[in-house]
């Protein structure tokens, strides 16, 4: 299924059609180092393997590393989850993908900044292609 996605960047405006599918939101507000969750916050490390149920998710094994992007505030009974993608030679086929992990997973190794900007989520936030 193709749909137009619309890209608003400051200064820029960009239209491409992307075949892929919205998916339910995990949460509706997200932490951040910065306004635009453009800064990453920390650097993690899996403590145990994580397989993806959904195109939302990243695969992870144990002892990779982790780039947090962000991390989704916890609504109702949901569990809390964080973004990140997997850094490493271990797994190079999920290198530079970006999804959402349990964050009891991973423990930081490194915080980079402090995720202190309360961020609402946007349907492309859970977008799969």
Known sequence: ????????LPGLVAICAVHGI????????KLCADDECV????LARAQEDYNAPDCRFIN????QRIYVYSKLVKQNEAGEFWAGSVYGNQS???????????SNLVQEQHVYQEATKEVP?????????
């Open 22 to 29: 919205f998916m339910d939101r995990l949460a509706s507000k």
């Open 121 to 129: 989520t946007t349907d492309i936030d859970f977008f799969c292609e």
């Open 92 to 102: 190079e086929d999920e290198m530079g993908t970006v999804g959402y992990f349990p």
């Open 39 to 42: 800064y990453t916050i920390s």
């Open 60 to 63: 992870v094994k144990k002892g």
């Open 1 to 8: 299924m193709a749909r137009l996605l619309f890209l608003f």
